[in-house]
């Protein structure tokens, strides 16, 4: 048992130690809040600019219809364009906005000293678009203005999932879905980079000769064992190290980001009231809804991001996560120990993750339907699991099938790992033979 | 006479798949002694070796340390050099050579302390930090030297201990052994170095073919191998094949030397080798006799091409 400890020790410190994993542990976060704060920094700067547009109107349509938004200053001067243009860098004009006679059959055209945001050339088509189509109501048509404004109409839809009980809650599929392919590419990714660091970590003993001056101290499979949970923290760690850091990163952008706005957002409000608001009941929603649709609709994520399975989320991505990585762990280290260089394993690797592959690629299938029979049935086979059923959770999955899946994989990993650790034995004192199945059924017998 | 054997290996057997790499093999250590264990490649010594390090499993048979049946503890006792061997290369030497020593059975203080003074008399100390991949190869064996005796073993295994050393560190590591031996320790030693056998080793074994066909102490085996071969160093006149008879004596070869004659003999018959001097002595004056003794590297060669059944 000391033994497994020292072994788990050397593994850990020497990976940790590595400037690799410190470069890797620093700079995914960074890249993560960056990924996280850009969306918004951007949304800061670059939304609308203030412009002060010079409007010259040849078609006569918007005399009067464009009003001044915060953002937008509308002068609508009778003047010639070229005159209009002479003068341009004298005024105070941000841009000249001409419309010609007919503005649909030619485009209007924006002057502007500095490229205006895209957001703001998008307002200027719509409001364009908005008072043609009235325009042509009223006029083709004879509709009145007031019918005009009743015409009008904004919608958005609530999703509710109503449970065999009777309850019901608002369910924003797209959080389900966000996360629960978040959680598999999580483990995914996880088993993969951590499987393979096993196996180059075998590989590196039997090629280093050292493993034999080893398993005279200590049983093979006690090194197996060793290296593998000893892997296993250094994956936990840098876990770990990314989440928190990558929370302090996205903190420190934040606030710098927030500091820099000279007057305080209403969305900083918003959010923290819906913060304390806790778990909105839907009535108290819907109410709210239907004075203010944002608000509402912002507090609805906020609820059903809250009514998510968090239980069975938590306690699955840790058992999956932990227990995938173990099942392909030892997978690994039994390829490891039965070639002699990294480039003879590929003939192994594929088959012993095809499984997880095939996962992944089904992936976009199951999020669509993810109770369906194959993505039932695969969400407990133990070779697929950890990432079927990561993907099915957020969407609500019964205590019995995750219990169910749970148990096979726990029975498949101790006997993967029997099996692995009756190659592995084998395969690590075996230099310059060719592994081939054949070879490796004989090693299991021995 | 001496205590029970360290070792004692009883009819020990290990098959591999359509294979049998050893065939009941019996054979006794005795304590403090440097034990030859030899034979030609695939013969099955380091498969017994790895039996002893409990590596594998015997399919039949036991193997006894101070008469009690192989237990996990015993490997604490022995200290393993295999042929295939080598050190982490990105690991520091310093903290290498503790995680193995620790590995068998030292604490951490006890490692370092002990590895102090080992690479202060192997003079070798300004390695401690240099990572293995910076050492030579002749370095990185000296280390390994160092952590597989570091734990004072009752029971040293050395599989080709030499190879990768020059003849200055040969001799180095040849006077350690025999002084690990002079302090109580037992030595199994397997090589091809015929060379070595002769000059340290106390007994030996030979295997082929997963059989022991030969083992006892190396002068008896040389005794038993010398076949009445005597070179005679004979001055006076040229030497003359005509006065020897070839019934009983046998000339195989004679070389000279300035005035000396290097005469080869060898006696069959009754005949003895007062026989022999005094059919010569009325020729020439006789300068020197001594008996031929075979080297083990002939036995070796010997015995194995005597067993291995001619193929075709």
Redesign the interface.
Known sequence: MNKILLIIQREYLTRVKKKSFLILTFLTPLLFAAMMILPAWLAVHNAESNENILVIDRSGLFAGKLNDSDKLHFSVRDISLDKAKENFYKSDYTGILYIPHAPEKENPVLYFKKQPSVVTVQKLETRLENVLREQKLRKALGVSQQQIEQVKADIHIRTVKRDETGGEEAKHNQISMALGMFLSMAVYFFIFMYGVQVMRGVIEEKTNRIVEIIVSSVKPFQLMLGKIIGIALVGLTQLTLWVVLTMIFAGIGQSFLTSRLPQGPDARQLMTQMMQQKVPDSSAVAALAANNAKVGQALEIIGSVLSLPWAKILFGFIFFFLFGYLLYAALFAAIGSAVDTQEDTQQFIFPVTLPLILSIVMMQFFIMNPDSQLAVWMSIFPLTSPIVMMLRIPFGVPWWQIILAAVLLVATFLFMTWLAGKIYRTGILMYGKKASYKELWKWLRY | MRSTPILRAVDVSKS??HHRALDRISLEIPRQSIFGLLGPNGAGKTTFI?II???LAPDQGRIEIDGEPLREEH?YR?G???E????????KVGEQAV??A???GLSHQEAVKRLRQWFERFDIMPWWDKKVEELSKGMAQKV?FI?TVLHEPDLLILDEPFSGFDPINTELIKAEILKLRDRGATVIFSTHNMESVEEICDRIALINHGRKILEGPVDQIKKQYADRTYILELAGKHFDPADVPEPPFQVLKSTRDKDTDIVRIKITGDAGINDLVGALLPHYTLKGLREDIPRMRDIFIRTVNAQTPVQS
């Open positions: 591999f798949e790895r390090n409990q590596i490997i022995i393993y050099l295999p295939e061997r080598g050190l982490y290369k990105k690991m995680y193995l620790r590995l068998k390994q952590t």
